[in-house]
């Protein structure tokens, strides 16, 4: 058989491996790919992010009904959300609850604390400087750039509106 037959035959079972290869693949992300019904998530979502919330006027009303003005309850509150979510982060139950409720964990106070915490808590292992120090804002990182850089935008545009308006 000539080399130019020997190349484009090989050239052919190569192709064919990685076909086979890819389809084989793809079966297996079919299969390990978990199912959901958006509907139900929808509802489990909606669920948590109301209990978290409730909890959260809850302790706003108890503070208030302890002589705290509306402004302190309300200091104290997101005090304790940050709190009680950093505790369950560390203690692992916080990650129970989102893959549970899903986007419901992620209310703003509650979602942000954890997104600070799960990190350190995962890296510790790796020591203070280049666990904890190096991987904390790997999640509230972009969060706080984009938040930042948000609201300067929006205060530009508001400040724009403002001198024209």
Request: net charge positive; charged share 15%; proline share 2%.
């Amino acid at each position: 058989m000539s080399d130019q037959k020997k190349g484009s035959v090989s050239g052919v079972v190569k192709e064919q491996d990685t076909q086979k290869r890819n389809q084989n693949y793809n079966q297996y992300v079919k299969q390990v790919t978990p199912k959901f019904n958006i509907y139900k998530n929808i509802i489990k979502a909606f669920l948590i992010g109301g209990i978290i919330c409730t909890i959260g006027q809850w302790f706003t009303n108890f503070y208030m009904s302890k002589g705290a003005g509306e402004e302190v309850a309300r200091a104290y509150n997101t005090v304790t959300l940050v709190f009680l979510a950093i505790l369950l982060t560390g203690l692992g139950f916080y990650q129970k609850l989102a893959k549970f409720g899903g986007a419901g964990t992620l209310v703003p106070i509650t979602g942000f604390a954890n997104s600070v915490a799960a990190p350190a808590v995962e890296y510790k292992k790796e020591g203070q400087v280049f666990g904890v120090g190096c991987k904390i804002f790997t999640i509230a990182g972009p969060v706080i750039l984009y938040g930042i850089f948000s609201s300067w935008v929006l205060g530009l545009i508001y400040y724009i509106l403002k001198q024209f308006g």
